[in-house]
């Protein structure tokens, strides 16, 4: 009986995303190992994080590295870092900002849930630009004051949603010591992020340990300019700070080392090719039934060049509606999560699939549609 079994807790098929509530990514290969043995001696904590850090920062050139406990973390702590640069009086006064530089430019249109993790630090974000059109650099000046501490950026790579280039946003912030960052959490692949965000000018991009780079769930990087991860740092575990409760074990700095190895050498190709079959297979197989039809849509909904397959039910032709399919695949055995896309369609996501689920999955979405 395994682990799950044994507290009565049910595996899933995951077609959905890297998503958090239902347990990220699966541990790329070494990297429990790498867990596990980070976990049966003890070391001190800030030398281990220093030295994790600097063979990251190296591996993905960039000048410096954190690693946080998660993308959401990285934003606070790039937030407080943003206010308070490396300031103990500041730090200490945190999350209340009064008479510090305590605004952050956001774009209104690419705003994301993940924002409360600025928020929290006692920031007001200011929201420029709109949906539809080019956010243009005028806008962003006009909205510069001398409280602006930062420029924060959630895009997604290959979908232009008129936000103001890097490049840009760089040229205007900089400076002015305002700092520009770019939450690209799920922006993997492709593997070129790593590095393309800072060298066009971000003074970090943050990503998550347990989306694209299959490291443990609760790890994440700040990666970019020495001065600014370095203010990062100072904010973080284990000072008592407003990153305390934002702790990164051995464990985690181990094993995410261990992920982003793996990441960086594993063959993104071919990776990119089993999708595809994925995506292939699902519309042969379950597209060519009696009301159901299927198409490829690419890029995947965090804008990363991933296929996907949608599937569009009819539902007078089916019998049931697209929902009570979506809650079906939920309830059944296995159970299977996908996203509900727009209409009547349910998207699979072949990024988060392993080679022996695929059978079983397709297998489950021919009986549930017939
Ligand atoms: C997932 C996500 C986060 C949060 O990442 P965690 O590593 O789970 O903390 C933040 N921002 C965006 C855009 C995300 O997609």
Redesign the pocket.
């Known amino acids: 009986m395994g682990i799950y079994e044994e507290l009565g807790v049910r595996r899933l098929i995951n077609a959905n995303a890297t998503l ?1 509530r239902l347990g ?1 990514s699966l541990l790329a290969p070494g990297v429990a190992a790498a867990m596990e043995e980070a976990g049966a001696s003890f070391v001190e904590l800030e030398s281990l994080q220093r030295a994790v850090s600097a063979e990251i920062a190296r591996l993905t050139h960039n000048e410096a590295c954190y690693v946080s406990s ?4 990285a ?1 606070t702590l790039a937030t407080a870092a943003a206010l308070t640069g490396t300031d103990p009086a500041l730090r200490a006064r945190l999350p209340f900002t009064d008479g510090m530089r305590n605004e952050v430019i956001v774009h209104r249109h690419t705003r ?1 849930g ?1 924002d409360f993790a600025v928020r929290m630090v006692g920031v007001r974000l200011v929201e420029i630009g709109e949906h539809g059109r080019e956010t243009t650099a005028a806008e962003l000046e006009a909205a510069i004051t001398p409280r602006t501490a930062g420029f924060f950026l ?1 895009p997604r790579c290959l979908e232009e949603r008129g936000e103001l280039s890097i490049e840009t946003s760089a040229e205007i912030c900089r400076p002015r010591g305002i700092r520009v960052v770019v ?1 690209a ?2 922006q993997l692949p492709p593997r070129s992020n790593l590095w393309d965000f800072t060298r066009r000018g971000a003074d970090a991009a943050l990503f ?4 694209g780079l299959r490291g443990p769930q609760s790890s ?1 990087l700040i990666l970019g300019r020495r001065d600014f991860v370095e203010a990062c740092a100072f904010h973080g575990p284990p000072s008592a700070y407003i990153g305390r409760g934002m702790k990164v074990g051995k464990e985690e700095l181990c094993g995410i080392l261990a992920a982003l190895r793996w990441y960086l050498n594993h063959d993104e190709e071919a990776e990119l090719a089993f999708w595809e079959t994925i995506v292939e297979r699902v519309i042969a197989e379950v597209g060519s039934l009696p009301g159901v039809t299927a198409r490829r849509i690419w890029p995947s909904e ?1 804008g990363q060049p991933v296929p996907r397959a949608e599937l569009t039910l009819d539902e007078a032709a089916l019998g049931r509606t697209r929902d009570a399919v979506h809650a079906a695949l939920l309830q059944g055995d296995p159970m299977v999560d996908l996203a509900a896309g727009p209409g009547t369609t349910l998207i699979v996501n072949p990024q988060t699939l392993y080679p022996e689920e695929i059978d079983p999955l397709i297998e489950r979405l021919r009986t549930v549609l017939t």
């Open positions: 958090t990220g998660g993308a959401a973390a934003l994301v993940y959630f939450d959490a799920a998550s340990g347990g989306k994440g965090a």
